[in-house]
């Protein structure tokens, strides 16, 4: 997709820690992965809602609305 080579990562890393310094960085990089987590886990619970209201609606289908 960016079709990013070795050469430009490092010349990117150096520009962030030409800005950041190098103390910030260990923070930035906590922050992307605790953002990352968060990120993953809400995906998660959101597919598992999904899957949980598509079983509700066969149920109800297969029983014509009514309960046994």
Known sequence: MFDLGVQELIVILLIALFFFG????????????????????????????????????VSKSSTNGYLK
């Open 22 to 57: 190098g103390e910030k960085i260990p923070e930035i990089a906590r922050g992307l992965g605790k953002g990352i987590r968060e990120f993953k886990r809400t995906m998660k619970e959101i597919d598992e809602d999904e899957r949980e209201r598509r079983m509700k609606d």
